[in-house]
């Protein structure tokens, strides 16, 4: 059941102070705070969840260079370990030398790890966490608007392989995550603009509300003005959080979060993710799957219009015209939603509901693909 500060989010029209959205799990609950300034007070907030006191730190080069400032008190004289940024990092032999960071710095079963950064530290992170030991505590400090409503929540943690995205991976929950809509403000405009193609996905999975209010406040959200985005990232943390409650490892309702990844994760695949952000390639994939939506006759035209009007709101998406349809199938065949040779692909039923299914088709895809622009 959602707690009674869990309801209000939606209606609060800023966020004055700091928002607790608590994450159930079969094996555990953790806490989600969301509120300007709560990376400075990241000591604090350790030791009010019982957590080690001198956790190390990964994140990247980029990052500690534009934010470290805020978590130098946490580290006590600690150098953090820094690892490339970018989605050709969220590989095996990145987690490798994190183990070895692991082992040079004394972790043990009582100690802890803190990710500092985008979804690829927070994955990789995760997953060397995941399967330290067998597992040790690991804080989630998301920095980028895609890793604050999505990534960082849930207990996902991967790398990347040759054959796909994600498929090396582990469910490991955080115990705490901290998320400071104020260190948003260093985000280069693309990155920031990719983390928005996620929230219009939570919008139209589970919140007509706020599907409606990005697509009418966007002028806002770009300009990072605080109460929006604090709105938006409290919005989204509370969704996810009821879906991983429901289902933690992603057996039914939440395979809704997949809505538009499907296609997205191919996409970044057949172009070795040096083309599209994450959030870009989702893009794509939200265009795909409403259209498979509309031809299903589970969403209206006009629906349909109004999600494609908002995505090319945010701005031009690279372009497909080069991409071959056949790749991004081969692709879609190695996906990890693909069960018992049958792909669980997620539909919308109008904007703030969805319907899953196994009975999508080649010749579906094939139609998706096509409308994107992508050539035969």
Not at 96 to 117: E, I, K, T
Not at 345 to 358: H, N, Q
Request: net charge positive; aromatic share 6%.
């Amino acid at each position: 059941m959602r707690s009674r500060r869990q309801q209000s989010i939606a209606s609060r029209p800023a966020a004055a102070a700091a928002v607790r959205i608590d994450v159930r799990t079969d094996r555990t609950v953790y806490p989600v705070l969301i509120g300007p300034g709560l990376v400075s007070e990241t000591p604090s907030l350790l030791a009010a969840e019982g957590l080690p006191g001198l956790p190390l730190t990964v994140s990247s080069r980029p990052v500690w260079r534009l934010q470290g400032r805020r978590l130098r008190s946490l580290a006590g004289g600690r150098r953090p370990v820094l690892i490339a940024d970018g989605e050709r990092a969220k590989t095996l032999s990145t987690v490798a030398r994190l183990y070895d960071a692991f082992v040079a710095h004394g972790l043990d079963r009582s100690g802890a790890v803190v990710a500092f950064g985008g979804g690829v530290v927070g994955d990789v992170t995760g997953f060397a966490a995941a399967t330290f030991l067998r597992g040790i505590r690991l804080v989630q400090i998301p920095t980028t608007l895609l890793a604050q409503v999505d990534s960082a929540i849930g207990g996902k943690t991967g790398v990347n392989l040759k054959a796909g995205k994600n498929l090396a991976g582990a469910f490991h929950a955080p115990s705490l995550v901290v998320c400071d809509p104020e260190v948003l403000s260093s985000l280069p405009p693309r990155e920031f603009r990719a983390g928005l193609y996620e929230v219009l996905k939570y919008g139209v999975i589970a919140s007509r509300p706020l599907f409606d209010r990005v697509t009418s406040r966007l002028d806002a959200i770009l300009a990072h003005d605080p109460d929006e985005l604090a709105f938006v990232v409290a919005e989204c943390c509370r969704i996810k959080a009821d879906v991983v409650t429901r289902d933690e490892r992603e057996s039914g309702p939440r395979r809704a979060l997949n809505f538009g990844h499907t296609v997205g994760h191919a996409l970044e695949a057949i172009t070795r993710y040096r083309r599209f952000r994450h959030g870009e390639a989702v893009g794509y994939g939200l265009c795909a799957a409403t259209h498979l939506s509309e031809r299903r006759g589970l969403i209206t035209h006009e629906e349909a219009q109004r999600i494609y009007a908002a995505v090319a709101q945010l701005g031009r998406l690279p372009p497909v015209r080069d991409l071959r349809t056949s790749d991004a199938l081969d692709a879609i065949g190695h996906d990890k939603k693909t069960v018992a040779g049958r792909l669980h692909f997620v539909y919308a039923r109008g904007i703030g509901a969805t319907e899953i299914a196994a009975d999508v088709t080649p010749n579906d895809l094939r139609a998706a693909l096509s409308f994107l622009g992508l050539r035969a």
